[in-house]
Every structure is written in C-alpha cells, then in structure tokens.
C-alpha cells in the first residue's frame, strides 16, 4: 500500500498544471453520458473549461456543442 502513496501525490501533480493551464473545468459530469470527467479531456468554450470522461465523449461534443447541456458543479464541491 505504501507505494501508491508516490504514485498519488505524482498525480495530484500533473492534474495541478493542468488545471494552471486551462482554468478547472465547470462541470464534473460528463455533458454527453453524465460519466465523472477527467480533467485531461477537455474544451475550452465561452462559458469556460468543459470537461468530457473520454476523447469519444469530447470529439462528439465538439462536432454538435448544441446537442449537449453542461452542467456545472454544485457550490463547495
Ligand atoms: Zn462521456
């Protein structure tokens, strides 16, 4: 068990300069299958950084950003 505890701090990492790079994304649904999103899949859009759960996910949004509600995160999560 000990040896995920660098692996996790690493991760934490990455997803830290990420989210330094594009802004955190407003949503932590999925907009096209309500899946959780992972930050590495994402769209910069007028309403801010939309996150997707997979590239499919992203690629279908991209091609019909009409067709898909995002929904933002609560407050305080
Ligand atoms: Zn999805």
């Known amino acids: 068990m000990k040896a995920l505890l660098p692996a996790l701090f ?18 932590d649904k999925c907009p096209v299958d309500g899946k959780a999103v992972r930050i590495i899949y994402r769209v910069f859009t007028d309403k801010g950084t939309v996150a997707f759960c ?18 933002p995160k609560g407050p305080g999560q």
């Open 54 to 71: 997979c590239v499919d996910c992203m690629d279908a949004y991209q091609k019909s950003p009409g067709r898909y509600t995002v929904t």
């Open 10 to 27: 690493l991760a934490a990492l990455s997803v830290g300069s990420l989210l330094a790079k594009g802004g955190p994304a407003i949503n």
